[in-house]
């Protein structure tokens, strides 16, 4: 299994890819904040979002446009970049251009999309699915373990009570860490009201003090959406930070961090 990082690993980008030149403009932004931090900054971006709300929901720009704007972003900067891929035939095109593979929170059981994020020899980023108690992530590792790839970070995101609600149990953290895979906490995703509306909302608000939190209890990593406009996103717009909050956000974070 994978040893734990040196340094606190940050997950940050949009969404979803919706233009070259929002996820350019992310990338400098996060790039040059993070250039003093003491962090592993991992640029990430969905290229196509396949679980929406709704059918009018907008779902991406054309995947490989998209992978070749977050390919190029990272490029430039000299980022490590992540996206998700959702079908086992998404595994190879999307391992063509970015670093590390994510599979999506519902699609967590899916045994041959495990699989098929293994066999790319790419790091994989498994979410937890809201529906899934914390010890059976390491099952999930296993499945891509046993297929050759040892390189597997776990995720947590909440977990679903029904009524648009998700909440974060920390003890999860503890728990998954204990698998002995490095433990990233998703701090915009958990705070999502899944489906409340045309798009699912969000408590926003919240995402500093849970984000502390996690980083007390103790985690590898944290995951953070964020735009410079999120009331503009195309996708999860109740959720994500605005870019120009991220250096304090990230510097509060560290703050609290224990390893």
């Known amino acids: 299994m994978q040893s734990a990082p040196q340094l606190p690993i940050v997950i940050a980008g949009p969404c979803l890819v919706e233009s070259r030149d929002l996820v350019m403009r992310v990338a400098e932004h996060l790039a040059r904040i993070c250039s003093d931090l003491p962090v592993q900054l991992v640029l990430k971006g969905s290229y196509r979002k396949a679980n929406r709300t709704s059918a009018d929901s907008f779902s991406g720009i054309g995947d490989e446009d998209a992978l070749g704007f977050l390919q190029h972003a990272g490029q430039q900067h000299g980022l490590p970049t992540l996206t998700d891929i ?40 498994i979410k937890k699915a809201q529906f899934m108690a914390p010890d059976d992530m390491a099952k ?3 499945k891509v373990v046993k297929a050759g790839n040892t390189n597997v970070w776990l995720t947590e995101r909440g977990t679903s009570f ?31 009201q899944p489906s409340i509306g045309a798009q699912s909302g969000g408590r926003r608000e919240f995402i500093p003090a849970l984000a502390r939190a996690a980083a007390a209890v103790g985690v590898d990593g944290i995951f953070v959406e964020t735009h ?15 870019l120009e909050d991220m250096r304090d956000f990230l510097t509060m974070v560290l703050d609290h961090w224990h390893r």
């Open 228 to 242: 410079p406009d999120p009331s503009t996103a195309l996708s999860d717009a109740a959720t994500q930070l605005p």
């Open 162 to 192: 029904g009524y648009h609600d998700l909440v974060v149990d920390f003890r999860s953290l503890v728990i998954m860490r204990q698998s002995g895979f490095p433990v990233i906490y998703d701090a915009t995703h958990s705070v999502q």
């Open 86 to 125: 959702h079908s086992d035939a998404e595994a190879a095109l999307a391992a063509s251009f970015v670093d590390v593979l994510q599979i999506p929170a519902f699609l967590s059981r899916q045994t041959s999309l495990l699989q098929a994020a293994a066999a790319t020899g790419r790091t994989v980023n």
């Open 140 to 142: 999930a590792a296993d």
